[in-house]
């Protein structure tokens, strides 16, 4: 079931991009304002494509920190049914994360005040980069903003533990991080069209009710529905 997974998290990312605009949509503006010459897509683009690989090496090394983790945790303790218990917890949060997207239910926000401890330790290291004036400059910054405290990110971390190893924790996010990549690019490029674009509701509740279903598709499979 690895290339469902791979699946799913790369389209929940692409849903997820009506949450990644307003997360991170400040910081990927902020790319272009230390380059000479105007802002056209030619002098963005290079600094976006480095950002965002940051970022991405980020989430794929987090996967892997999670997925390796819970893997020996599992053959250490001999639990039965170890991966149905994972797989059971990823689709309570995938629910919860629907359910964020939608603007129903913000309980995932306590999530996010419990990372922002560990925020407020990196941030400041963040701001030192700015304004970003060269690649490495941009490609640090999205290492460093892919541990930035968001529901969406924690939410697939979660899914991550259940993936059975380090490898497949890896894979599901980068999957999900280049789900991400269309929207948090085009909010580099054309800012104030996407921005108008995922602020309309029902484009925010479609997101919340597809990763709903990702959600009870994970409690399916924990109950034996699937392998």
Do not use: K
Not at 106 to 116: H, N, T
């Amino acid at each position: 079931m690895i290339e469902y997974s791979l699946l799913a998290a790369l389209v929940v990312g692409l849903l997820g991009g009506v949450h990644c605009v307003g997360m991170c949509g400040g910081i990927v503006g902020a790319l272009s304002l230390g380059l000479p010459g105007g802002q056209g897509v030619r002098q963005t683009l290079p600094m976006q494509l480095a950002y965002n690989l940051g970022r991405l090496a980020s989430y794929t090394a987090a996967g892997a920190l999670v997925g390796g983790v819970t893997a020996v945790a599992g053959h250490l303790l001999d639990i039965r049914a170890w991966q149905q218990i994972l797989l059971g917890v990823a689709g309570g949060f995938l629910i919860l994360l629907g359910l964020y997207l939608a603007g129903g239910w913000g309980v995932l926000r306590r999530v996010e005040a419990v990372g922002g401890r560990l925020w407020r330790r990196i941030e400041p290291a963040g701001r030192r980069l700015l304004p970003v004036r060269h690649l490495w400059q941009a490609l640090l910054l999205g290492a460093l903003w892919g541990w930035l405290p968001c529901g969406l990110v924690y939410s697939m971390l979660i899914w991550a533990m259940a993936a059975g190893s380090a490898a497949q924790g890896a894979l599901l996010m980068l999957a999900f991080g280049l789900g991400t990549l269309p929207n948090l690019l085009a909010m580099g490029l054309f800012a104030q069209h996407l921005r108008r674009f995922v602020a309309r509701p029902g484009v925010r509740r479609a997101a919340g009710v597809l990763v709903i279903g990702f959600g009870l598709l994970e409690w399916w499979r924990a109950a034996g529905g699937s392998g």
